[in-house]
């Protein structure tokens, strides 16, 4: 669909499940859950502005001449991934405030977006989460079979904000789908699950 919401998503594509191991989990998870309560305390206006410092600038605007070449490069064969990345600009600075935040947060922000800030956003969505969206974009959304039909029963979804939707609903409403029965419908909306 092109209505923007699933190109400035961000995914990462887990591992085929495993053998349950037990395990404790690990202490990053009571750190981070007590740095997003920090986060949250924190005043909602410092009265004043964070900018890139000129290695910041700098890292920026390679990040941007690479996504800009990716854009390029997707468009020939998959042009939903190139829609993707095109979003990756404004990505890329909310990342760099975020990972700013979280690493000045104690002290007011007094100073700029760093150099190696802007870095880590950079390899944070080149590195890693790159390959995510190849996966995601060559992979399950191609299996996804992105029909017509489809894309008809996500936008009858998105128009009806309701808790619940019945297949009675979606052969009432839409065309494409009249005549289904319940388990073709049920295999339509498993295409929604990823």
């Not at 959304?141 to 936008?155: I, Q, Y």
């Amino acid at each position: 669909s092109n209505e923007g919401l699933l190109q400035r998503s961000l995914f990462v594509m887990l591992n085929n499940a495993v053998e349950d191991l037990n395990m404790p989990t690990p202490p990053i998870q009571e750190e981070f859950e007590e740095l997003i309560l920090r986060l949250h305390d924190l005043p909602r206006t410092h009265g004043g502005y964070t900018i890139f410092t000129p290695e910041a600038e700098a890292v920026r605007v390679k990040f941007f001449n690479e996504t800009f070449k990716l854009c390029n490069v997707y468009a020939a064969f998959n042009p939903k991934l190139a829609e993707h990345i095109s979003k990756w600009r404004g990505v890329f600075c909310r990342l760099c405030l975020i990972l700013h935040i979280v690493d000045h947060h104690e002290d007011r922000f007094e100073s700029n977006i760093s150099g190696e800030i802007a870095e880590r956003a950079s390899n944070m969505l080149l590195k890693f989460l790159l390959p995510h969206a190849e996966a995601f974009y060559f992979g399950i959304l191609n299996e996804a079979g992105d029909t017509p039909r489809l894309r008809s029963v996500c936008e009858f979804i998105l128009a009806h904000e309701r808790a619940e939707i019945s297949g009675r609903d979606f052969q009432a409403s839409i065309r494409s789908t009249r005549g289904l029965k319940s388990k073709e419908i049920d295999e339509i909306l498993q295409q929604l699950l990823f």
